[in-house]
């Protein structure tokens, strides 16, 4: 079980560093990983469109909230409209492109449903109008529909060099070296660094040292970030069984679920946001295509479509 997870294999360690920076992974969290833009989206895919209603949903602070809609605004995803009833007041809608964020969106609503501490935001139920059944969002293979999960996938690294460059113009080590790195409203218990990190783990970096080396931070900001992650239940620290001088670190059930959500934002970045291949490369082993993740119906096995899906328990404020 979890058999690539657990590999004795030594990393190379410059490879893995150079294509964890230039992963489209690293760039899209740059600028959708700050703090309650997820939620901010999330309430957007569940029918919000003023400002009082995230405000009152979800509890951000003005001057956040104001910030995050304008970034959205500003990447396309989002944009306003007067309201038909009140032409003097303006909502926000999705745009085109911010509905493609939705197999992502989904994959935040099956991890915060599974392991996240605000389940008070989040719908009950979701429902799939052409099938008439309630469903939980499953990951699948574009290419040949299947269920997937980390341990089908083959993951090979290329490093990208346009990317690489522009993560060295934008400081990628002062950004992500940040000790007071900013949540990301996926749960309480992760954010941007716990994503960057996971991903390491998932690549093969299990010793502290290794860690260093490719996230490229402070080794004593990296020690709190690990020991609070631990804590958090994301990672598994153990004793090395080849060397008692040193420990492991695994992944928990937890953060191996956050793959979905890992898969489907480094997608999208890919394609719809830096229009730049990823570094980090995944094939599907059991059909051989390189993987474009899916979010599918657990009742009919149909691609999920934002129009499709309706909510039950989510508690609307009146209009
Ligand atoms: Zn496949
Ligand atoms: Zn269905």
């Excluded at 469109?49 to 396309?76: C, H, S, Y």
């Excluded at 309630?134 to 699948?140: E, I």
């Excluded at 090395?240 to 670190?249: C, E, I, K, N, W």
């Amino acid at each position: 079980m979890a058999r690539s997870l657990t590999l004795a294999f030594a990393p190379d360690l410059d490879l893995t560093r150079d294509a964890l920076a230039s992963s489209t992974l690293n760039h899209g969290l740059m600028v959708l990983g700050e703090s309650w833009v997820m939620s901010v989206m999330m309430g957007a895919f569940t029918g919000v469109t003023r400002f009082e209603e995230w405000q009152t949903r979800l509890g951000i602070p003005r001057p956040t909230l104001a910030d995050r809609l304008k970034t959205l605004v500003e990447l396309g995803l989002m944009r306003q409209r007067p309201y038909q009833e009140r032409p003097r007041r303006m909502g926000y809608h999705l745009t085109r492109a911010g509905l493609k964020l939705y197999p992502h969106v989904l994959m935040v609503w099956v991890w915060e449903r599974r392991w996240g501490e605000r389940q008070a935001h989040l719908p009950d139920k979701l429902l799939h109008a052409p099938c008439g059944h309630s469903f939980v969002p499953t990951l699948t293979c574009a290419a040949c529909g299947e269920k997937t999960g980390i341990n089908d996938l083959q993951l090979s690294l290329k490093v990208n060099k346009i990317l690489l460059d522009k993560a060295a113009l934008t400081g990628r080590t002062a950004r992500l070296g940040s000790a007071n790195a900013t949540r990301m409203g996926l749960g309480l218990r992760v954010d941007r660094w716990s994503l960057m990190i996971v991903t390491a783990v998932v690549l093969g970096c299990h010793h502290f040292d290794a860690l260093v080396h490719v996230l490229g931070i402070a080794s004593s900001v990296l020690a709190r970030r690990l020991s609070s992650m631990v804590d958090a239940g994301l990672l598994l620290n153990q004793p090395d069984l080849q060397d008692a001088r040193r420990s492991v670190y695994r992944l928990t059930p937890a953060s191996r679920d956050l793959f979905g959500y890992l898969v489907c934002f480094s997608t999208w970045a890919a394609g719809e946001y830096l229009h730049q291949p990823s570094s980090i490369r995944p094939v599907h082993k059991a059909c051989g295509n390189p993987f474009v993740p899916q979010a599918s119906c657990s009742a009919c096995g149909d691609a999920l479509k934002p129009w499709d899906v309706s909510f039950q328990g989510l508690n609307r404020p009146s209009h």
